[in-house]
């Protein structure tokens, strides 16, 4: 096999990145967006020693699951991998994936989403100058490179309308040293952007035109960032109208969101989220229940009413401080919040012998670290309620968990993120009797 060379193959399988597998010369190659049965002309883009690289030059059979992307620029940006496929397709192929993690344990059928398109309250788009131009959208899938796009088909259609006017208005002078453009949108109608970048420009102009044009804007801020990695925010900020947050509402709760605060970025999933994590854990009001990786707090505050107390955790100062605010906002008191590490705070706990009869952990995408884990487990709670939008490094958590004296009981996808590989998993694990 050659680069360059063309094959006529059928599609025997697919990966959890959503290329399809076939097989030439008793060799493995990977086709992005090839479906399973259909048959396809490929021409081998990359030959590896065990396995290669194809892409699609023309389908000759194309499977019934497949549908022309509504989005114009869903061939060239990486936001989107699911947009060839009918939705229920979609769900389809999160549940077989899971599944396939998860080949011994109890998965539910997974979750779907109202709305597969305008689901998103948060972009971050990257900015580039070229050739005296300015380039705004999302990075082409492994690349820095920008599609510039004027309108995305998963973002919230006021986060569209204000990126649009950015993109009228952003001259190469104002764009010059800026990074990315951060826009955030509530439930509530108010509006977030965050200018990240080395320094600040001319922007007052621009600021007049985006506040008459939406009213929803509440916050307007600079980030300085001057770092080199693809870390996005930097620490140093400078509010340049209204304040540095927003408030949103979940489950019935205000939410104030500092833009430095994690939210979860499809506010109707989330409550689906959130509703099926409660469900699961047995809660009764005697119990005093932990929240690691609480955010703003939005799992303990409406955890809250069901128990006697919740103690939250997060590592984020400015989220940490949300959280405590929207307690008082709430009106609830018996939820404390802590600015440590998960597991320090799990240790430390241990050590004092402190009584948490349920755990909520929600951690990022990399999941928990093994020490993190053991540490967790000597506080010895019945119930471990694991909320995780990775579900690699669940798996990969729920063997520990299991090693250390629980079993998991239910696992329950939930579509967060339509249209994209990504997926969000709830998982109940409880304590085995006698451990
Ligand atoms: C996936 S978010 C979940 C937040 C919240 N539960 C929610 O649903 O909005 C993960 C959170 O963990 C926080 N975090 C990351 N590493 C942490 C650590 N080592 N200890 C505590 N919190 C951490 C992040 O700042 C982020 O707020």
């Not at 305008?118 to 959208?137: H, T």
């Not at 209204?242 to 709760?253: A, M, P, Y």
Request: charged share 25%; hydrophobic share 40%.
């Amino acid at each position: 096999m050659k680069k360059n060379e063309l094959y006529e193959v059928t599609c025997i399988d697919d990966t959890n990145l959503a290329a399809g597998v076939v097989k030439v010369e008793g060799r493995a190659v990977f086709v992005p967006k090839l479906l399973p049965g259909e048959k396809a002309e490929i021409r081998i883009v990359k030959v590896l020693k065990k396995y290669a690289f194809g892409r699609i030059e023309h389908l000759i059979q194309a499977s019934p699951d497949r549908i022309e992307p509504l989005c114009a620029y869903a061939k060239t940006c990486g936001g989107c991998q699911l947009q060839h496929l009918r939705y229920p397709a979609q769900l389809a192929w999160k549940q077989r994936h899971i599944e396939a993690l998860f080949p011994e344990q109890n998965v539910q059928p997974i979750l779907a989403a109202p709305s597969f398109s305008y689901y998103r309250n948060k972009a971050q788009f990257p900015v580039q100058i070229r050739n005296r131009q300015v380039i705004m959208g999302f990075y082409r899938s492994h690349s820095n490179d920008i599609v510039p796009c004027d309108q995305c088909m998963i973002q919230s259609e006021e986060i569209n309308a204000i990126f649009q006017v950015l993109q009228e208005r952003l001259t190469p002078e104002m764009a010059e040293g800026l990074r990315h453009i951060l826009i955030r949108t509530t439930r509530t109608h108010q509006a977030q952007i965050v200018f990240i970048g080395e320094h600040k420009n001319h922007w007052k102009p621009l600021i007049r035109t985006l506040i008459r044009r939406f009213p929803a804007i509440q916050s307007i801020v600079f980030n300085r960032n001057t770092r080199r990695d693809n870390v996005i925010l930097g620490s140093e900020y400078e509010v340049l109208y209204g304040s540095d947050s927003v408030i949103d509402q979940c489950l019935g709760n205000q939410v104030k969101l500092h833009f430095k605060s994690f939210y979860q970025v499809n506010p109707e999933q989330m409550d689906v989220l959130y509703q099926t994590a409660i469900r699961m854990a047995k809660l009764e009001p005697t119990m005093d229940v932990a929240e690691l990786y609480a955010g703003t707090g939005t799992i303990g505050m409406a955890v809250s009413s069901h128990v006697h107390h919740v103690t939250g955790v997060e590592i984020v100062p400015e989220a940490v401080e949300n959280a405590r605010q929207n307690c008082s906002l709430n009106h609830i008191e018996n939820c404390t919040y802590v600015c440590e590490d998960a597991s320090v705070f799990a240790k430390r706990m241990a050590a004092k012998k402190k009584r948490v009869d349920a755990v909520f952990v929600d951690p990022p995408r990399k999941g928990m670290t093994a020490q993190g884990i053991r540490d967790i487990v000597t506080l010895q709670p019945e119930q471990i309620v694991y909320i995780s939008c990775n579900p690699q490094t669940l798996a990969r958590d729920i063997k520990l968990y299991e090693q250390e004296g629980y079993e998991c009981k239910v696992i329950q996808p939930v579509d967060m993120f339509p249209m994209t590989l990504h997926v969000e998993t709830v998982v109940l694990m409880s304590r085995v009797d006698g451990k």
